[in-house]
């Protein structure tokens, strides 16, 4: 029997924690994608192989895209709309992560790792932007569940472990062959160190014939479509990426393995002070496969550590985990207190750190924090590019917030629990988060000129005719949110660069592509012009056309739109 008053609170903070700014404009160069790919699907007709301003794209699988176009075609195309799946992903993932918990721990412990995966810090941003990852990690969870039920229950008879072949199988089409790794080796692992379950007994054949039935047909289709194609998906997307050693210049700077840990811990805080906690011993047949956990967590963290390309994002899968062990810790509350003294230290020591630097901020040291927080500042930092914005008082702010947050919020969480208080302790970690999720909300919007173009796309669809022509000055994955808010096809100037670089190959890119002398010829022609540039007009291909005939018609956040009338 499910306790309903246990869904309704995670259901309640999920919300809470989920829905706010999922309409805040699109912010590329990610969200624009998925949001064009998915409008593309409905409008062109084209469900098996993805598109974006009228190009094959196949660097992801099409799981996500299939759900939202859904989406767009129930109450069509928006910003909210975009993000939905994210969020419901990342709701589904907290049910399950209590559903794991109360099966290895008991309810006590479910509900706080329930609470604990809706609550950690990473989910302010990463539930609010359109992508594959909260997808991937409720597939991934809904995998683990199914195997960690099953494991105790032969009565299940042909159905046993299903579940678990259904999650990897839609992981799959989340993420691509990552889907099927990540389940494999955790279970592979957990089935070593348990010793319970012997190879026979995980229902192969019939769970081979379930992961077929989902996963292939769409792999089979686009094999048959676009040879090409998939072999740029299999090889180049998947084990040459995992290299860092992919056949095409890819604009991207991967984080450092220091870089991705420190992140890690950050996107899972505060939960993430105590994963190491000890939990109450059990002797249970249930306790035997609490060892999953560790496995778990240790396997996505772990592989990622040894990959030479990695993101700070990538430990995402493994939160669930981590969410199970720290729920159980807090449950039992026999190592807690340590950990929050030791947390209250380091919170400390840090939160005087932002409380003084937040102070004298500079914009190289605001630049490099960014860049490690996200590829885009990356890129930017190792092109040096001077910092992009204004002005850098809004990060300093942040900051002492950020300071005040950690030094008050640590402060009487730990209070709470050395008087005895313990769920008041729990609730104070739970508010430190929902704080320091408000201000990842404001940083959001400080960021957002920076990565929007919806102002620009506005600017365009008022002055535009039917008959101009819209271009865009280099790749447009850094601006894919332009075919969704206008509508229309661009046409990229220097523009057959990382990915891009691939589809200007195909029979579909013609007429899209043009280099600088095309521009020109185009420019001066009869046809009216518009060009986006994200590059002031001495750097950028606007200084190669006639002076006479560049029009500016407004900046719009890190973009410029000219014209030739």
Not at 68 to 77: E, K, R
Not at 201 to 228: Q, T
Not at 443 to 453: G, R, T
């Amino acid at each position: 029997m499910i306790p309903k008053s246990v869904v309704y609170i995670l259901l309640a903070l999920g919300l809470l924690f989920f829905l706010p700014k999922l309409g805040m404009p699109l912010l590329d160069p990610d969200e624009g994608l998925y949001a064009s790919i998915a409008r593309e699907m409905v409008t062109g007709g084209d469900w098996v192989v993805p598109h974006v301003n009228g190009l094959p794209y196949l660097e992801k699988p099409p799981l996500y895209f299939w759900l939202t176009a859904l989406t767009f075609q129930l109450f069509g195309p928006s910003e909210w709309a975009t993000r939905l799946w994210s969020a419901i992903s990342a709701l589904g993932t907290v049910l399950l992560t209590w559903r794991i918990g109360r099966r290895l721990y008991g309810a006590p412990a479910g509900l706080m790792a329930g609470v604990v995966m809706a609550s950690v810090v990473g989910n302010a941003l990463y539930v609010r932007r359109a992508s594959t990852d909260q997808l991937f990690v409720f597939c991934l969870t809904l995998a683990m569940y199914g195997f960690l039920r099953d494991t105790e229950r032969p009565d299940r008879g042909r159905a046993r472990f299903l579940l678990f072949y259904v999650g990897a199988a839609l992981a799959v089409l989340a993420k691509g062959f990552i889907g099927v790794v990540f389940p494999v080796l955790i279970v592979g692992l957990g089935l070593a160190a348990v010793r319970r379950l012997g190879w026979r007994e995980l229902n192969l054949v019939r769970g081979a014939a379930v992961f077929a039935a989902i996963a292939a047909p769409w792999h089979a289709l686009v094999a048959w479509r676009s040879p090409k194609l998939f072999n740029f998906y299999v090889v180049d997307n998947h084990l040459l990426r995992f290299l860092d050693a992919r056949r095409y210049v890819e604009d991207d700077v991967p984080s450092s393995t220091l870089a991705f840990l420190v992140a890690s811990f950050l996107w899972a805080f505060p939960w993430s002070v105590f994963v190491l906690a000890r939990r109450a011993p059990d002797r249970s047949p249930q306790a035997r496969w609490r060892v999953v956990m560790v496995i778990w967590l240790g396997a996505i963290v772990g592989l990622f550590a040894l990959s030479r390309f990695k993101h700070e994002y990538y430990a995402l899968p493994a939160f669930p985990a981590l969410a199970v062990l720290v729920g159980a810790a807090w449950a039992s509350g026999r190592d807690i207190g340590r950990w929050l003294a030791i947390g209250l230290l380091g919170c400390s020591a840090v939160g005087l750190w932002a409380l003084w630097i937040g102070r004298g901020l500079t914009p190289t040291q605001a630049l490099s924090g960014l860049a490690e927080l996200n590829a885009y500042y990356r890129i930017l930092r190792d092109q040096g590019v001077p910092f992009p914005f204004v002005s850098v008082s809004p990060f300093g702010e942040l900051l002492r917030w950020l300071g005040l947050v950690l030094l008050v919020g640590w402060g009487l969480a730990t209070l709470c629990w050395f008087a005895t208080r313990r769920r008041a302790a729990f609730v104070a970690l739970v508010g430190v988060a929902g704080v320091i999720t408000v201000l990842i909300f404001r940083l959001v919007d400080v960021v957002e000129p920076m990565h929007s173009v919806k102002e620009a796309a506005q600017a365009i669809t008022a002055e535009a005719g039917p008959l101009d022509v819209l271009v865009v000055e280099g790749t447009l994955e850094y601006s894919p949110a332009l075919p969704f808010y206008t509508g229309r096809r661009f046409l990229m100037v220097n523009g057959a660069l990382n990915y891009f670089s691939i589809a200007a190959s195909l029979p579909e890119a013609h007429g899209l592509f043009m280099g600088t002398a095309d521009l020109v010829r185009l420019w001066e022609g009869p046809q009216r012009v518009f060009l986006v540039a994200r590059r002031p007009r001495a750097q950028s291909v606007v200084s190669a056309l006639p002076a006479a005939r560049v029009h500016e018609v407004g900046r719009y956040g890190s973009r410029w739109l000219y014209s030739n009338r």
